[in-house]
């Protein structure tokens, strides 16, 4: 059974910095998709980062690239979001997601992909 846990959210100040980490379980990473999406108060859920598992390719919505970045550990089964230089602006509910992707997954599909498998999400806070 797939699951997902996020983990390391919480309240920073602006200028500042957070891991999350989404930790798996019931599958490999080597053959999943894993995305990180969030999702603002009256805002539609977004796309942040994803990781493909065939082949590690990383994508990054237009927002975040050069602040963030995604990564993942094989033996630990986790993938993390890298958070820097954080704005008010990217406070919202952070969840992991999870696609069966043998073959990889490209930015096109990422973008246009009904993840499978949902954590149950992470807040992160960016206030002075």
């Known amino acids: 059974q797939v699951q997902l846990v996020e983990s390391g959210g919480g309240l920073v100040q602006p200028g500042g910095s957070l891991r999350l980490s989404c930790a798996a379980s019931g599958f490999s990473l080597d053959y999943y998709a894993i995305g990180w999406f969030r999702q603002a108060p009256g805002k539609e859920r977004e796309g942040v980062s994803c990781?493909?598992?065939?082949?590690?390719?990383?994508y990054y919505a237009d927002s975040v690239k050069g602040r963030f970045t995604i990564s993942r550990d094989n033996a630990k089964n986790t993938v993390y979001l890298q958070m820097n230089s954080l704005k008010p602006e990217d406070t919202a509910v952070y969840y992991c997601a999870a696609d069966f992707r043998p073959w990889g997954i490209t930015l096109t599909e990422w973008n246009n992909t009904e993840f499978n498998s949902w954590g149950q999400g992470t807040q992160v806070t960016v206030s002075s």
């Open positions: 990781i493909s598992g065939s082949d590690g390719n990383t």
